[in-house]
C-alpha cells in the first residue's frame, strides 16, 4: 500500500489510518511525497523522522496494490495504482483553497481536483457522512459512482479516548487545574492569523489554576518553523503555556481539555462533537461549505471577545447547543469498521479475524 502526502496534515490523517494494517504481515506501506504545495517544505525529512519508508514520487510504479491520500490535491493522476481519497479533514467543510482566496468549490469534492483530462482519478471518494453525497453530486456528478461513507477515523479515535481522559491530563502535567486548549487553523481568518496573541493574553491573566495549551494548525507550523513561532511566543512559553507539537499530540490535548478557544478549523469541529465547552475566538466565514455541519456550528458557538475580561468568558463557556446532532450529522457511525472493509477489498484481501476497533490517541507529555 501506498501512503500520498502532499502536507503534514496529511501525514496526520494517514497516520489514523494504519491502526487498520496493524499485525496484519500482509500488508506493507511505503509513503511517497505529492509535490505542489507551499506547505510541504521538509516533508520527506518528517516522513523519515516518523520511521516511514520513503519511494520517491518518480519511482512509484505498478508495485502497489492501493494507494490513499487525504488529499484529492496533487497529480494524482500519474500514478499507476487505484487511489483511495480521503477527507483531508473533519469532512468536507471548507471551500477549495486557491492563489486569491477560495473558490466556490467544495475542497475534496470539486471536479477541478477529481478529474483530470474528463478522467474521473480516484478509484474510490471516501465520505465522512452521506450527506455529502448531494455535494458531490453538484460538483462532480461523473464521481457519484465512485463515492463510499466510510466515517472519519480520526473522531472513533478520538470518542475511544474519552473514558481514559484523566490518563491524558496526567501525561499532560494538568493536574486539577483547567486546561484551556486554544487551537487554529492556518490563513488570516485563523485564530492565530486574526489574535495571534491571544495566547499570551491567556497566560497573563489566568489565575495559577488554569493552564493554556496551543495548537497550531501543521500548515502554520510548516510556514513558520520552531525558532519563529517560540520567538514570537516567548512571553506566553515563559508563562507555563503548553505549545503542542506539530503533529500526532493535538488529539491528547483535546481529550484532556476543559475548554476550547478556536475557530473554523477541524479541531472545532471534533472538539464541539465531543461536547467540549466551546468558544470561537475567529470563524472565517467566507471559507466555510454554505450548509455544512462547520458552518452551523458557526452559528451555535458563542464567541470570545479577546479585549474583554478572560476567566469570566471562559467559565461561562458551554457546549455547542445540539451538540448530538451535529455530531450525527458529521460522522457516519462505526468508521473503522467500514474503512477496513474497503481498503481489504480494494487489497483483494480477506480481512483479518481480530475485530476492527479505533486505537485510543497517544499520550503526550510536554517537554
Known amino acids: 500500500m501506498l501512503g500520498v502526502v502532499r502536507t503534514l496534515t496529511a501525514l496526520d490523517r494517514l497516520l489514523d489510518v494504519l491502526p487498520l494494517l496493524a499485525d496484519d504481515m500482509r500488508v506493507e506501506t511505503r509513503f511517497t511525497v505529492a509535490a505542489g504545495s507551499e506547505f510541504a517544505t521538509n516533508l ?8 516511514a519508508q520513503v519511494v520517491a514520487w518518480e519511482d512509484v510504479g505498478k508495485d502497489f496494490d492501493l494507494a490513499i491520500s487525504p488529499s484529492g490535491n496533487g497529480p494524482l493522476h500519474e500514478l499507476e495504482v487505484p487511489v483511495l481519497t480521503l477527507p483531508h479533514g473533519a469532512g468536507h467543510n471548507k471551500l477549495r483553497a486557491t492563489e486569491t482566496g477560495v473558490a466556490e468549490e467544495v475542497s475534496g469534492l470539486s471536479r ?6 474528463g478522467r474521473v482519478v480516484p478509484a474510490v471518494i471516501g465520505l465522512s457522512h452521506e450527506n455529502q453525497l448531494p455535494q458531490l453530486r453538484r460538483q462532480c456528478p461523473e464521481a457519484v459512482p465512485r463515492a463510499e461513507v466510510i466515517g472519519d477515523p480520526c473522531y472513533a479515535r478520538l470518542r475511544a479516548s474519552l473514558p481514559m481522559r484523566e490518563q491524558y491530563r496526567s501525561a499532560l502535567g494538568v493536574g486539577d487545574r483547567e486546561l484551556v486548549v486554544v487551537a487554529s487553523t492556518w490563513g488570516p481568518q485563523s485564530a492565530f492569523g486574526e489574535c495571534g496573541d491571544l495566547a499570551k493574553l491567556l497566560t497573563a491573566e489566568l489565575p495559577p489554576d488554569h ?13 513558520y518553523e520552531q525558532l519563529q ?10 508563562n507555563d503555556l503548553v505549545l503542542v507539537p506539530r503533529i500526532r499530540k493535538w488529539q491528547a490535548a483535546l481529550i484532556a481539555a476543559d475548554v476550547v478557544v478556536t475557530d473554523h478549523g477541524s479541531l472545532a469541529l471534533y472538539a464541539a462533537c465531543l461536547g467540549k465547552p466551546l468558544l470561537l475566538a475567529a470563524f472565517g466565514d467566507r471559507e466555510v461549505v454554505p450548509g455544512s455541519p462547520v458552518e ?3 452559528q451555535r458557538a458563542k464567541r470570545l ?5 478572560l476567566l469570566p468568558q471562559l467559565t461561562a463557556a458551554t457546549p455547542v447547543p445540539d451538540h448530538q446532532q451535529l455530531a450525527e450529522m458529521s460522522f457516519r457511525e462505526e468508521p473503522v469498521q467500514h474503512l477496513r472493509e474497503l481498503i481489504y477489498r480494494r487489497l483483494e484481501l480477506p480481512e483479518p479475524a481480530w475485530p476492527a476497533r479505533p486505537e485510543p490517541v497517544d499520550l503526550f507529555t510536554p517537554r
Open 112 to 117: 477541478t481536483q477529481l478529474v483530470h483530462e
Open 296 to 298: 452551523l456550528l458557526g
Open 305 to 309: 471577545d479577546p479585549t474583554a475580561d
Open 211 to 223: 493552564r493554556t495549551a496551543l495548537v497550531l494548525h501543521p500548515n502554520v507550523w510548516t510556514k
Open 44 to 51: 520527506t525529512e518528517q516522513l523519515h523522522r516518523s520511521g
Open 229 to 238: 513561532l517560540e520567538t514570537w511566543l516567548r512571553t506566553a512559553l515563559r
